[in-house]
């Protein structure tokens, strides 16, 4: 006598779920350093978890492939971690760009140990950064960024006011897009032709705002009440651009996720249109306009002259475009 099958559903609830794979275990000293880096340098959350990751990574490999921790690793531990990185062989094999950041991570993680008294001496010394092209930034014409503009215009409603008031904070002012959405409801200045930012390391800068801007910012502001949730308004007060999602404010992904939907809605290609290429564009329209390195420096907030010195090849490489495209002698040949 044949027993019939137990149905399919029954089979799957009988059979005990798959365990959970453990996390690997965290490094010596890793939250020594992680806790160091929030309090003497203001770490940002992101950069926290980016060395967690390269630091366990690394640690995992040496555990594994050289029987020994990251903490009692030698230089040639650490030059056969970076070569397994870099290995065409392999099939997640690394950028040049990502090798040169888990150096920086694992340099880091020594200066750590040897200011700490707890190694003699720093193997990551002796080690060379990879060298990495660094390529230009992607920009939109003047053109497509009036066309994104005149298209988030054109939508209404509290959602589209939002949308223009970013747009056009962002092409006017060239925050990076965790300054945007992190700007507190306090940071525009009295006069309404300003903001305060807080940048990388809890720098602050003040950053001006065209006159388009400041128009676009004022529309929005009445609707702000509309993106708060009732019974979360406390903690929503604080922040410029509140939002109605879990998490309670404008999240970067989001404000990527409109910028392509609005990319597409204008007629441009999704792939080309980022927060970040905004920034590009803000930078580079303004030194095409004449505007001096020293003053877009301290609008983008950097550290270094030299990264914004980037801006000036993509204007470079564009006049030669001209140049070649539209000067007689050009043509002739």
Same mark, same amino acid.
């Given at each position: 006598?044949?027993?019939?099958?137990?149905?399919?559903?029954?089979?799957?609830?009988?059979?005990?779920?798959?365990?959970?794979?453990?996390?690997?275990?965290?490094?010596?000293?890793?939250?020594?350093?992680?806790?160091?880096?929030?309090?003497?340098?203001?770490?940002?959350?992101?950069?926290?978890?980016?060395?967690?990751?390269?630091?366990?990574?690394?640690?995992?490999?040496?555990?594994?492939?050289?029987?020994?921790?990251?903490?009692?690793?030698?230089?040639?531990? #650490?030059?056969?971690?970076?070569?397994?990185?870099?290995?065409?062989?392999?099939?997640?094999?690394?950028?040049?760009?990502?090798?040169?950041?888990?150096?920086?991570?694992?340099?880091?993680?020594?200066? =750590?140990?040897?200011?700490?008294?707890?190694?003699?001496?720093?193997?990551?010394?002796?080690?060379?950064? +990879?060298?990495?092209?660094?390529?230009?930034?992607?920009?939109?014409?003047?053109?497509?960024?009036?066309?994104?503009? /005149?298209?988030?215009?054109?939508?209404?409603?509290?959602?589209? !006011?939002?949308?223009?008031?970013?747009?056009?904070?962002?092409? &006017?002012?060239?925050?990076?897009?965790?300054?945007?959405?992190?700007?507190?409801?306090?940071? #525009?200045?009295?006069?309404?032709?300003?903001?305060?930012?807080?940048?990388?390391?809890?720098?602050?800068?003040?950053?001006?705002?065209?006159?388009?801007?400041?128009?676009?910012?004022?529309?929005?502001? +009445?609707?702000?009440?509309?993106?708060?949730?009732?019974?979360?308004?406390?903690?929503?007060?604080? =922040?410029? =651009?509140?939002?109605?999602? /879990?998490?309670?404010?404008?999240?970067? !992904?989001?404000?990527?996720?409109?910028?392509?939907?609005?990319?597409?809605?204008?007629?441009?290609?999704?792939?080309?249109?980022?927060?970040?290429?905004?920034?590009?564009?803000?930078?580079?329209?303004?030194?095409?306009?004449?505007?001096?390195?020293?003053?877009?420096?301290?609008?983008?907030?950097?550290?270094?002259?030299?990264?914004?010195?980037?801006?000036?090849?993509?204007?470079?490489?564009?006049?030669?475009?001209?140049?070649?495209?539209?000067? +007689?002698? &050009?043509?002739?040949?």
């Amino acid at each position: 006598m044949s027993t019939a099958a137990p149905p399919a559903g029954a089979a799957a609830k009988a059979r005990p779920g798959r365990p959970k794979k453990p996390a690997p275990p965290l490094p010596p000293h890793v939250d020594a350093l992680l806790d160091m880096l929030v309090a003497e340098r203001g770490a940002a959350a992101n950069t926290r978890d980016a060395y967690r990751r390269d630091l366990t990574d690394a640690d995992g490999f040496l555990r594994q492939r050289c029987a020994t921790g990251l903490d009692r690793a030698s230089s040639e531990d #650490l030059r056969a971690y970076l070569a397994h990185l870099g290995d065409g062989r392999i099939k997640e094999k690394a950028s040049v760009r990502t090798v040169a950041r888990r150096l920086s991570a694992l340099r880091q993680y020594y200066k =750590f140990l040897v200011s700490e008294g707890l190694r003699a001496e720093d193997p990551s010394s002796v080690l060379d950064t +990879p060298k990495q092209g660094r390529p230009l930034p992607k920009i939109l014409s003047e053109d497509d960024v009036g066309l994104m503009l /005149a298209g988030a215009a054109r939508r209404g409603g509290p959602e589209g !006011r939002r949308l223009a008031a970013l747009l056009e904070i962002l092409y &006017a002012s060239g925050l990076r897009v965790s300054e945007l959405v992190g700007l507190s409801a306090s940071a #525009l200045s009295r006069d309404g032709r300003a903001l305060l930012v807080r940048g990388k390391g809890g720098k602050e800068r003040l950053v001006p705002l065209s006159l388009p801007a400041r128009d676009a910012l004022a529309a929005y502001l +009445p609707d702000r009440a509309y993106f708060m949730v009732r019974g979360r308004e406390a903690k929503q007060q604080a =922040f410029l =651009f509140p939002s109605r999602s /879990a998490a309670g404010v404008l999240t970067r !992904r989001r404000l990527g996720q409109l910028l392509k939907e609005l990319a597409l809605e204008v007629g441009l290609d999704p792939a080309k249109v980022s927060p970040h290429v905004l920034r590009h564009c803000f930078a580079t329209h303004l030194l095409d306009h004449g505007a001096d390195l020293r003053s877009v420096q301290k609008m983008l907030g950097h550290a270094d002259i030299g990264t914004t010195q980037i801006y000036t090849h993509v204007v470079g490489e564009r006049l030669k475009s001209t140049v070649e495209t539209h000067h +007689p002698l &050009a043509r002739k040949r």
